[in-house]
């Protein structure tokens, strides 16, 4: 279907760590699984880490990141191509160096006569009246930045609805926004005997595991420590399992704090994809607040909702409309650890809501979030802009 190269600019790239790394990968591979050639440029990462490799896609690295030279580069790179290239930028403002204010990027951007297509991760900093100056300034920089890139775009894309609202309204008149939400960056389907193994090591037959993934920080371990030892205080047949970086450091504090938790919190810190799968696998519901509320750009609760989980999780400013209408999670009010643990509560008491939610969780993923889903939104996308 598509005759031009894709061209995919990102500050982040496997073996780099990131939300925005993972995601373009995906889409990547996905785009060229379909047929497309695609080719892919990003920062050098650090020295020491292997490049691993992407057969299908032709991975370019930039010493130094989006610097003029390296732009040059660029141009030289995209002036050779037989047929004209896709731009597509995974727009991140901090990800492309200059701390977050590479204005000379945004402009070459805007100069580059290629189609240009937009994916905002995220659009600018936030401005307040009760935060210093320089936070305010870099608040404006970053949205001169997204304004360049967003009126030069033929087509834009957002990762939440909410981030609609921040891009300059010249270019939302010329041009529709459209919400392509992130899929989960880990394995969807696991070994059914791998999932009993994990259950069997961590609990007996008559426990329930309550899980939660996530990097720990601290507006969100405020709500989840709380609302996690209520739930294991109630029923001593309860065990938590925190995975991803920084559980050992919450589980050890949770213990401290009351030590008659202690063997029944279980933390893996940093896993591979698919051992975190496998372990998500394990839980019985997990407990997913967020700090700014549940939104799609949460690849943690993305993870949860492909593998069929049932989720708690609770509403907030960024969250997305297609929550409050969707039956597939339990939601909680903005900022109550107790509410958060009252709905799981309920949910831990009912195993038939559980196998509902389940079922539900999968068919909202697949509906909503999937790869797939992404991928025939951007090569569809290609007949419509031509």
Not at 164 to 178: F, G, Q
Not at 226 to 244: H, I
Not at 251 to 278: F, H, S
Request: proline share 8%; hydrophobic share 40%.
């Amino acid at each position: 279907m598509s005759k031009s190269p894709w061209v995919l600019l990102t500050g982040e790239y496997p073996p780099q760590p990131g939300g925005v790394s993972d995601y373009t990968r995906l889409v990547a591979r996905g785009l060229a699984e379909a047929g497309d050639e695609v080719h892919v440029w990003a920062p050098m990462p650090d020295t020491g880490r292997s490049l691993g490799g992407d057969p299908a896609v032709a991975v370019h690295r930039l010493p130094g990141g989006f610097r003029r030279r390296n732009l040059k580069t660029l141009d030289a790179f995209l002036d050779r191509q037989a047929a004209p290239c896709r731009l597509l930028v995974q727009y991140v403002p901090h990800a492309f160096g200059w701390r977050g204010m590479n204005v000379p990027f945004c402009l070459w951007v805007a100069r580059r006569p290629e189609p240009v297509w937009v994916m905002f991760h995220e659009v600018a900093f936030p401005l307040s009246r009760c935060q210093p100056l320089t936070h305010n300034l870099f608040g404006l920089v970053t949205r001169l930045m997204s304004g360049l890139v967003a009126r030069k775009a033929e087509r834009i894309f957002v990762s939440i609805p909410g981030w609609e609202s921040m891009l300059p309204r010249s270019c939302k008149a010329r041009r529709s926004v459209m919400w392509l939400p992130v899929p989960s960056n880990l394995p969807t389907a696991v070994s059914p005997e791998a999932v009993a193994t994990i259950r069997k090591h961590f609990a007996s037959a008559n426990e329930v595991i309550i899980g939660h993934f996530g990097t720990y920080g601290h507006h969100v371990t405020a709500l989840l420590g709380r609302a996690l030892s209520f739930l294991l205080r109630k029923n001593p047949k309860r065990r938590a399992l925190l995975l991803g970086r920084g559980s050992e450091r919450f589980a050890a504090n949770l213990t401290t704090e009351d030590p008659t938790l202690r063997g029944r919190i279980i933390a893996t810190g940093p896993l591979e994809p698919e051992r975190i799968a496998v372990h998500l696998a394990a839980c019985d519901c997990l407990l997913q607040p967020y700090a700014d509320g549940v939104s799609s750009r949460r690849t943690s609760m993305m993870a949860g909702l492909a593998l069929g989980l049932p989720i708690v999780t609770n509403v907030g400013p960024l969250t997305d409309p297609v929550w409050n209408e969707t039956n597939a999670v339990v939601l909680a009010r903005f900022g109550s650890s107790e509410n958060l643990a009252q709905g799981a509560e309920t949910l831990l008491d009912d195993p038939k809501r559980r196998a509902a939610l389940r079922q539900r969780a999968v068919e909202f993923y697949e509906s909503h979030f999937s790869l797939s889903r992404t991928i025939e939104v951007l090569r569809d996308g290609i007949t419509e802009a031509t």
